[in-house]
């Protein structure tokens, strides 16, 4: 079962920035928090991951919360280009931890309104 | 760098027949991954392995095998498909580590007849 929780879709604005939830309320302290997005039926696409601090890189922003149970990730200025099926999953930090953590759930469907 | 690369894109089979779908990375990384998607679902990891020679079984390996004689390539095989096995295969790797992203292939388009 995945361990994370998602909307099933959002709407925005394009120019807007787009916030996108995700609940992780067991999530362990060795757990990463990644985000993906998967456009049409393409490969998912990574985004960016945490393990504590907020992270910031040239697609999006991961605010994630004091208590490690919940994240946010942020696509400052949404474009058209940004409709997709975004997916939020935890992993443990472990050599050889096998499968633990790559479940993706159904994500949720983010559409950018024109 | 080529990263992940799936081949066939797309493939028709009659119930019965098999198959091998082939991923190759081009990244020295030790895991790979297989995971099927089926319409309007999320991703179910099918079989994985973490190393050459090394294989294991995910959330969904019933009717799928697997075999990584290279550490480049993991192959997935179907040896008598199924109509429920018509989905959208990915293939995927990185680094084994929960810092390491996943990279992934643009798919096999599966219908089975």
């Known amino acids: 079962d995945a361990k994370t929780t998602q909307p099933p879709s959002m709407d925005c604005a394009e120019g807007r920035a787009a916030n996108l939830p995700c609940n992780h309320s067991?999530?362990?302290?060795?757990?990463?928090v990644y985000w993906y997005r998967q456009i049409h039926s393409q490969g998912p696409q990574y985004i960016i991951h945490?393990?504590?601090?907020?992270e910031t890189n040239e697609m999006a922003s991961l605010i994630i919360t004091e208590d490690r149970k919940s994240s946010t990730l942020i696509l400052p200025h949404a474009t058209l280009r940004d409709t997709a099926v975004y997916y939020c999953?935890?992993?443990?930090?472990?050599w050889g931890g096998g499968a633990d953590g790559l479940t993706f759930g159904k994500g949720t469907h983010l559409i950018i309104q024109p | 760098n080529a990263g992940v690369t799936q081949t066939p894109k797309f493939r028709v089979l009659k119930t019965g027949q098999s198959m091998t779908l082939l991923c190759a990375q081009d990244?020295?990384?030790?895991?790979m991954y297989w995971y099927r998607q089926d319409p309007g679902m999320g991703l179910r990891l099918i079989h994985y392995?973490?190393?050459?020679?090394?294989?294991a079984k995910g959330e969904v390996p019933d009717g799928y095998n697997v075999s990584r004689l290279k550490k480049q390539n993991f192959l997935l095989g179907l040896e008598s498909a199924a109509p429920s096995q018509t989905s959208v295969y990915f293939c995927?790797?990185?680094?084994?580590?929960?810092?390491?992203?996943?990279?992934f292939g643009n798919g096999t388009r599966l219908t089975v007849t």
């Open positions: 990244m020295n990384h030790e895991y």
């Open positions: 067991t999530i362990s302290g060795n757990e990463y």
């Open positions: 999953i935890v992993r443990p930090d472990l």
């Open positions: 392995s973490v190393g050459e020679g090394t294989t």
């Open positions: 995927a790797s990185d680094g084994g580590r929960g810092r390491s992203p996943l990279h």
């Open positions: 945490g393990l504590k601090n907020n």
